[in-house]
């Protein structure tokens, strides 16, 4: 059932967040899964693709912590609304909003999809104009 993937995803994130052990993440993906966002120009796939998506999300960051308002499950997807805090490893504060889509199949994610203001993160990542980088 969608609402125990759903669960099972969030708990895996904040374990990636928390101690940067990505496995509980891969584990979800089935093997045909497709993964991605709206700034990764190349789609991953299966769970050796979701792990090195999810192991890129996480280097982004020094500290980060997703909390969720608002999760629509139904039979076979869901809608996860959050936002994201965090540090970059330069020690720029990052606070972003955005929404997931996770498409299932039996107990295993076969799309997930993050969509978010990317122009704003991305000068959040790059700190204040004349920061060092």
Request: glycine share 6%.
């Amino acid at each position: 059932m969608a609402t125990n993937t759903v669960k099972q995803f969030i708990e895996a994130l904040h374990k990636l967040e928390a101690e940067r052990d990505v496995e509980p993440m891969a584990q979800l993906y089935a093997a045909e899964a497709e993964v991605g966002n709206i700034i990764a120009p190349e789609k991953f796939h299966g769970p050796a693709g979701a792990r090195e998506f999810w192991t890129k999300y996480r280097e982004t960051f020094a500290a980060v912590e997703s909390s969720f308002r608002h999760c629509i499950v139904s039979e076979d997807c869901a809608a996860l609304e959050w936002t994201t805090k965090g540090t970059t490893p330069s020690g720029n504060a990052v606070e972003y909003d955005g929404v997931s889509i996770l498409e299932i199949v039996g107990d295993k994610i076969v799309r997930f999809r993050a969509y978010f203001d990317s122009k704003a993160l991305s000068r959040q990542v790059a700190g204040p104009p004349g920061a060092a980088a």
